[in-house]
């Protein structure tokens, strides 16, 4: 696991919990630029800032699953490749969810309108997309519960029928790594203010 791994998540799973005003504007869509730098399956950056799909948590880099080839896959690599591909196909536009100023963090909706193809006159919504093929999870806050609760449904029904990364038996769920590092660390504050009367033996 990569260095400042844990911290990430939890830092990615508060700031999916915590409210905040959109900014206004008069045309509050804007595209996602070709000069746009992705970082991981749900979040890029450009102009200084970091864009995140509101809801979405992607696959975490660092953890990895085994692909039916036996090798072993990074799993936030596999996020990542498809989000740049929906991204790259479907042109969506977004606005502006939420805004976290301390961090320059803008969490974001996209949505895609085709012109063309299958799926011409429809709206997709670039997250149930990315959740929806199993390339992507729905966020949770650290409390557990479900950050946009449509993308719980989208992922279960990904899950059932084995789609994207729930087909492999062994993929990594990143909201149960991102809990888990939130109860280990809430735990160790616990016990750092609160220290045992006698001294652990050396061992």
Known sequence: MKPGFAA????A??????????????????PIPATASFSTGDSWTYAGETHRLYGVQACLRGTYFTNTAGGHVDCGEASLAMLVSLIRDLKPQCYTAAWQAATKTRFVVCVAQPTSGSAAGSRIDLGTALISTGWAFAAVTPNGAPVHAPYIVAQEVAKKQHLGLWQFADVPDPNAIILRDIRNASNQAGQSSNPPANPPANR
Request: hydrophobic share 60%; net charge negative.
């Open 13 to 30: 799973a508060v700031l999916a919990s915590v409210p905040a005003l959109a900014e206004d504007k008069s045309n509050p869509w804007f």
């Open 8 to 11: 990430a998540g939890i830092l």
